[in-house]
């Protein structure tokens, strides 16, 4: 998934208990209820991941 800024790749990213999109290049935030609509199949397992770890 890119950045709708600049082609760098978003990351998930988490602060305190929520858990949002970063973009790896310029460092800005998404929403993940904005995006999530748009995740594709790696971004979900990664996600699922994460909040493996934050259960
Ligand atoms: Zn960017």
Known sequence: ???????GKL??????????????????EY????VIQKLDHEIQKSLEQHSAAIM
Do not use: G, L
């Not at 990351?11 to 999109?21: A, D, F, G, L, P």
């Open 1 to 7: 998934m890119k950045c709708r800024e600049c082609e």
């Open 31 to 34: 929403d993940i209820c904005k």
């Open 11 to 28: 990351e998930i990213h988490r602060v305190c208990r929520k858990i949002c999109m970063k973009c790896n290049v310029c460092k800005k």
